[in-house]
């Protein structure tokens, strides 16, 4: 993504004394520059988020929950093994009949809604595994490396390893969308962020500007956890579809807008809206700007599913 330039007085307290909320402004955002970056007044530090317990309890499922609290880390390999050959066994893993439903959202820049991308036998799955890997997140920046921004991104990130089978499926999935596009495009590594209160992740685009060659091209924000205020995935410059029946997916009311202009996805379960970055001619596309707003109550966890093409070449160079 598009890193925003660290304000001077970053801060550096070592306690944090208050959660403080992060004024994400949609309200006018340029798409050449990153944006508005939100001020976070100086001498705080946001928080550093702690895994909830009884939320990790939950993800195991009904039938596991109560072996998981009292058993050695051993038996929990177990569970976890048994847990995976379930979904395995499970008819719509791992091959192209999985049944999600498509509908073009826009034509230019090309963003397709897909219902029931990531079944919730997957979420569950996710989400548990996830539980032992999240760290804080980072921003990608091509002159420091990876670091952490609090005015660009707070949440929790956790990769998924790659030969997990259901991570696997998932991944062929997501090839299989897509057509293959060509030999040189290849998913990423699948990432699970999750966005506690006033987590966010300012307003950027997915690929990366300075490079010269080799990019992320598509993109697959699915969410796993939608249980919250806030935290749609809003594109202030998408025009609002003239057909009523997208609010079921997106913010239509004045409160659910909130006063960000453009298209607001909600977070719907299971749900992955897939976007191209760039047009055809190989320039980056401004349309698919975009920001995670700030979780105002609940918790939000987005699964990224980002394809690389490494034959991609700036225009130009
Ligand atoms: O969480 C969201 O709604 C957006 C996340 C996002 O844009 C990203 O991770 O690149
Ligand atoms: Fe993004």
Not at 138 to 158: E, P, T
Request: proline share 7%; charged share 25%; aromatic share 12%.
């Amino acid at each position: 993504g598009v890193v925003a330039p660290i304000p001077d007085g970053c801060t550096t307290g070592e306690d944090l004394v208050r959660r403080v909320p992060v004024p994400l402004d949609a309200r006018n955002p340029s798409p050449v520059t990153g944006g508005p970056v939100p001020q976070i007044p100086v001498g705080v530090r946001l928080p550093v988020f702690r895994v909830h317990k009884t939320y990790a309890m939950g993800m195991l499922g009904r039938g596991i929950k109560k072996e998981r609290m009292d058993v050695s880390s051993s038996s929990i390999g177990t569970i976890v093994r048994r847990y995976i050959g379930d979904i395995r066994r499970k008819p719509n893993q791992g091959n192209g009949d999985f049944e999600y439903k498509v509908q073009i959202f826009s034509r230019d820049p090309l963003i397709i809604y897909i219902r029931n991308f990531v079944s919730s036998e997957e979420i569950d799955y996710l989400l548990q595994v996830s539980e032992e890997k999240y760290e804080p997140s980072k921003v990608y920046s091509s002159f420091d490396g990876n670091l952490i921004d609090d005015k660009m991104r707070v949440s929790d990130s956790a990769w998924m390893d790659p030969k997990d089978p259901v991570v696997r499926s998932i991944t062929q999935r997501a090839r299989e969308f897509q057509g293959w596009r060509n030999k040189n495009t290849t998913v990423e590594p699948l990432l699970v962020q999750r966005y506690q209160v006033d987590g966010f992740y300012n307003y950027h685009f997915d690929w990366d500007e300075s490079r010269a060659d080799g990019n992320r091209v598509t993109t697959f924000m699915s969410y796993l956890v939608g249980n919250c205020t806030g935290g749609g995935t809003n594109f202030p410059f998408l025009p609002q579809p003239s057909d009523g029946r997208w609010c079921d997916v997106i913010e239509c009311d004045e409160e659910g807008r909130d006063g960000y202009q453009g298209i607001i996805f909600k977070p719907v379960v299971g749900s992955a809206i897939f976007w191209e970055n760039f047009h055809p001619n190989g320039t980056g596309h401004t349309g698919v700007y975009h920001a995670g707003l700030p979780v105002k109550s609940g918790m939000k966890v987005g699964l990224n599913i980002w394809s690389w093409d490494s034959a991609w070449i700036k225009p130009g160079s």
